[in-house]
């Protein structure tokens, strides 16, 4: 009996059967991992029925520093990187509703951080070091501090003043993500960002923090970095290498200082110099590997016109009044009128951590778009505005996929 083509037919359906399974893995696999590379934002599902978005390339870098985060972290947005940053400031260039701030020069650049020297030891500043922080080298190359404006520049007469500030903690992504959205949307040609252009001046800056990026996104291993929290989610770095050397872990419990740190004088005083002294509105962008989702006030801000628009516009975001300035952070300090900036309505916006991209990116118009109710004379006072019932709990712990898209929702 001849078993040779027995064989060889066993042989070929094993191959085949290899071949489909060795395809399929890498299918799934291309579909389950981030993997590094050249992305445009228009390559992805979420923006692309968004007109108003540019096709915006950029290398992708995925988060993989946190590998026990829970929820997974290919769930989150991709890490905003300091590269990214640089290519999109670039790519304002050409627009001519985009200039530099008076402080920053024809680049848009305000300065350079300090950084941090290769080989020099940094110890954790406080009684609970971080696990492995010895065995980090925390070197960090000066990093430029971008500052620039959107507006008509041809349009005269008094304009409404806005500060948009972000990436004051460095792995709060989304937060970065959100003031994206918000200025593609300013700079769009769509008839409402003309309006608003033409009424209102916004003054940039969109990294606040990047020596505390760059250590977060290329030094360390966050994993080993992460400290447990009693409300589940972990507690990351959030300063950068000169505040951890003068004691201090957090870069947004330090702007009622002066002298102290290069990066938050050269902000303040950007800010001071470029809108001489006083503004509207502001927005401090925030939002990372946290279960807080929100935005917050004064009660002042909270009873302006401008909050009505976002009520309307944004019925499920929570809302929270402070009752205080709390000094010691970006928004707090510019509430403070005897600090020689002063805002009249500060606002921080936090999305939680698992908010579904594609409604970053419909918050980040919405926050525009507000602007749009305020100099068109239609936007509501906010007890105009009854929200439905039940209203999300800010506090929601959010888990699972399905519970961010319920919230996002």
Same mark, same amino acid.
């Not at 627009?95 to 650049?109: G, H, K």
């Given at each position: 009996?001849?078993?040779?083509?027995?064989?060889?037919?066993?042989?070929?359906?094993?191959?085949?059967?290899?071949? +489909?399974?060795?395809?399929?893995?890498?299918?799934?696999?291309?579909?389950?991992?981030?993997?590094?590379? @050249?992305?445009?934002?228009? =390559?992805? /599902?979420?923006?692309?029925? !968004?007109?108003?978005?540019?096709?915006?390339?950029?290398?992708?870098?995925?988060?993989?520093?946190?590998?026990?985060?829970?929820?997974?972290?290919?769930?989150? &947005?991709?890490?905003?990187?300091?590269?990214?940053?640089?290519?999109?400031? /670039?790519?304002?260039?050409?627009?001519?509703?985009?200039?530099?701030?008076?402080?920053?020069?024809?680049?848009?650049?305000?300065?350079?951080?300090?950084?941090?020297?290769?080989?020099?030891?940094?110890?954790?500043?406080?009684?609970?070091?971080?696990?492995?922080?010895?065995?980090?080298?925390?070197?960090?190359?000066?990093?430029?501090?971008?500052?620039?404006?959107?507006?008509?520049? =041809?349009?005269?007469?008094?304009?409404?003043?806005?500060?948009?500030?972000?990436?004051?903690?460095?792995?709060?992504?989304?937060?970065?993500?959100?003031?994206?959205?918000?200025?593609?949307?300013?700079?769009?040609?769509?008839?409402?960002?003309?309006?608003?252009?033409?009424?209102?001046?916004?003054? &940039?800056?969109?990294?606040?923090?990047?020596?505390?990026? !760059?250590?977060?996104?290329?030094?360390?291993? +966050? =994993?080993?970095?992460?400290?447990?929290? @009693?409300?589940?989610?972990?507690?990351?770095?959030?300063?950068?290498?000169? +505040?951890?050397?003068?004691?201090?872990?957090?870069?947004?419990?330090?702007?009622?200082?002066?002298?102290?740190?290069?990066? &938050?004088?050269?902000?303040?005083?950007?800010?001071?110099?470029?809108?001489?002294?006083?503004?509207?509105?502001?927005?401090?962008?925030?939002?990372?590997?946290?279960?807080?989702?929100?935005?917050?006030?004064?009660?002042?801000?909270?009873?302006?016109?401008?909050?009505?628009?976002?009520?309307?516009?944004?019925?499920?975001?929570?809302?929270?009044?402070?009752?205080?300035?709390?000094?010691?952070?970006?928004?707090?300090?510019?509430?403070?009128?005897?600090?020689?900036?002063?805002?009249? !309505?500060?606002?921080?916006?936090?999305?939680?951590? +698992?908010? /579904?991209?594609?409604?970053?990116?419909?918050?980040?118009?919405?926050?525009?778009?507000?602007? !749009?109710?305020?100099?068109?004379?239609?936007?509501?006072?906010?007890?105009?505005?009854?929200?439905? =019932?039940?209203?999300?709990?800010?506090?929601?712990?959010?888990?699972?996929?399905?519970?961010?898209?319920?919230?996002?929702?």
């Amino acid at each position: 009996m001849n078993i040779r083509p027995v064989f060889n037919l066993t042989l070929s359906r094993i191959c085949k059967i290899g071949f +489909l399974i060795a395809t399929f893995i890498i299918i799934i696999t291309g579909c389950t991992q981030n993997t590094k590379g @050249p992305v445009s934002l228009k =390559d992805h /599902e979420w923006t692309q029925h !968004y007109e108003w978005i540019r096709d915006f390339g950029y290398e992708r870098i995925p988060i993989t520093n946190i590998k026990s985060l829970w929820p997974p972290s290919e769930l989150f &947005v991709p890490a905003y990187t300091l590269d990214m940053i640089d290519n999109y400031v /670039e790519s304002l260039h050409n627009l001519p509703w985009v200039m530099p701030t008076p402080s920053a020069d024809e680049n848009m650049i305000l300065g350079k951080t300090p950084g941090w020297p290769e080989g020099k030891e940094l110890l954790w500043p406080d009684s609970t070091p971080l696990q492995k922080w010895e065995e980090l080298d925390p070197f960090v190359p000066p990093q430029n501090i971008y500052g620039f404006m959107i507006t008509d520049p =041809d349009e005269d007469g008094e304009k409404i003043k806005v500060i948009l500030t972000g990436g004051i903690h460095p792995v709060e992504y989304n937060g970065s993500w959100a003031l994206h959205a918000m200025i593609e949307f300013l700079i769009s040609d769509n008839q409402h960002a003309r309006d608003i252009r033409r009424k209102v001046i916004f003054f &940039v800056y969109p990294s606040a923090n990047p020596d505390g990026r !760059y250590l977060a996104q290329k030094r360390l291993d +966050l =994993d080993d970095l992460v400290r447990p929290h @009693p409300e589940g989610h972990p507690d990351v770095v959030r300063g950068n290498p000169e +505040l951890y050397a003068a004691g201090e872990i957090d870069m947004n419990r330090v702007w009622r200082t002066e002298g102290r740190f290069a990066i &938050v004088d050269i902000l303040k005083d950007a800010m001071i110099r470029d809108t001489g002294g006083r503004a509207d509105y502001s927005w401090d962008f925030h939002g990372g590997f946290r279960i807080r989702h929100d935005y917050r006030a004064m009660p002042d801000a909270m009873g302006s016109l401008y909050a009505g628009a976002l009520k309307k516009r944004e019925p499920g975001i929570p809302r929270r009044i402070q009752s205080q300035a709390l000094d010691e952070r970006l928004w707090g300090w510019l509430a403070l009128e005897d600090n020689g900036m002063y805002v009249k !309505y500060p606002f921080l916006y936090e999305p939680h951590a +698992l908010m /579904e991209k594609e409604r970053i990116f419909e918050v980040g118009r919405s926050l525009a778009l507000a602007f !749009y109710d305020v100099v068109t004379g239609i936007a509501p006072h906010p007890d105009e505005i009854e929200l439905p =019932d039940p209203q999300p709990d800010p506090n929601y712990h959010i888990s699972t996929p399905e519970r961010a898209r319920r919230l996002s929702k």
